[in-house]
């Protein structure tokens, strides 16, 4: 592809996606339900996360190691990994337990806990009701699906049960319920790691390769369920976080498995997960060079369930199978003291 073409599809699928966001802000707060006509500038990560990690106030994107030519690869503090669904009472009054660094430096609750979950059931909301408007919008500009009317059922059902998770933990949350959730690891680690993350993942497979969720289910009455998983750089430490739900009980073997590993291999694997199965990572620019050069991260970034070139493969790819998927141990572990700023 030219240059120049580069740039009209980068200026093509920035015009679309700016119309897309618009089109899929509510008139209403998700979390209060109170009419809205503007949205705060919500952050999926923490801000004080991203201010921790960025140089000259800019971090570097998911984009970055994916090989993604047209959208930008870094982004400033106040504007990366934002979504607007909700209001600005909501956003500065329920998150301030766990947005707060003096409360994870002492300790977790549940209801921090249920406050992250929240705010990852927002974020995939965001991006369902995103992809909703855009896929639309590029079937009315472009044409550019045969079957668009399963592709849009699909969207609706996950947003479906995006927002029942999200009201679930949301309950929990505002009730102070207690004993809910189970923490298969949470650590303070005594210097600053080059990453911020947060989210909601959906395994496939835990440690040993056993079945977690059948990710290629799509029928109605298939629940999925998720682990939680933060990693918040601070002032002079890191907090690192990994829990579930207690009702999600297909993450049991995980947490048994955590159990009998040392404290290496836990930050090993769960930096793993991060570029396996998430785009919602944020990068210092410190380790710039590694992003670039490291193939062994660009293509698990790459990777879907072990699928190569983001799932895109054909049948003679298949038939002739010789692809090696990325472990936990051929990739940089940003988590590790070797990587502190």
Not at 9 to 28: I, N, T, V
Not at 260 to 269: A, G, R, V
Not at 277 to 284: D, G, K, L, T, V
């Amino acid at each position: 592809m030219k240059n120049i073409d580069k740039v009209e599809l980068r200026k093509m699928s920035q015009k679309y996606m700016r119309q897309a966001q618009s089109e899929a802000k509510s008139d209403h707060c998700l979390l209060c339900g109170k009419p809205m006509t503007s949205f705060c500038n919500s952050h999926s990560v923490p801000k004080f996360a991203l201010k921790s990690i960025a140089e000259n106030g800019e971090v570097v994107l998911a984009s970055k190691l994916m090989g993604n030519e047209i959208s930008d690869n870094k982004s400033g503090v106040n504007k990366s990994g934002t979504f607007h669904l909700i209001c600005d009472n909501c956003d500065n009054s329920f998150f301030q337990d766990y947005e707060s660094q003096e409360k994870l430096a002492v300790g977790i609750t549940d209801k921090m806990l249920a406050e992250i979950a929240v705010k990852n059931f927002l974020l995939q909301l965001n991006k369902r009701y995103t992809e909703r408007h855009l896929y639309r919008i590029l079937q009315r500009e472009l044409h550019m699906f045969e079957n668009v009317e399963e592709l849009y059922d699909t969207v609706e059902l996950d947003i479906e049960d995006y927002f029942d998770d999200m009201e679930f933990h949301k309950n929990i949350a505002l009730n102070g319920i207690e004993g809910g959730y189970q923490v298969i690891h949470y650590e303070l680690l005594p210097y600053r790691i080059p990453i911020a993350f947060q989210s909601a993942i959906a395994l496939d497979k835990d440690m040993k390769g056993y079945q977690v969720n059948d990710l290629h289910d799509f029928s109605p009455e298939t629940r999925i369920q998720y682990l939680h998983l933060a990693v918040f750089s601070m002032k002079d430490t890191s907090a690192v976080i990994a829990f579930y739900h207690k009702r999600d009980k297909k993450y049991q073997r995980l947490r048994h498995q955590f159990n009998s590993i040392n404290k290496e291999t836990k930050l090993m694997y769960l930096n793993y997960l991060i570029f396996a199965y998430s785009e919602n990572y944020f990068i210092s620019k410190k380790i710039l060079n590694t992003l670039e050069t490291d193939e062994a991260l660009k293509k698990l970034s790459r990777e879907i369930n072990g699928i190569p070139n983001l799932g895109q493969v054909n049948l003679l790819d298949i038939q002739n199978w010789n692809y090696a998927p990325v472990s936990m141990n051929d990739i940089p572990n940003f988590l590790s003291r070797e990587w502190a700023m």
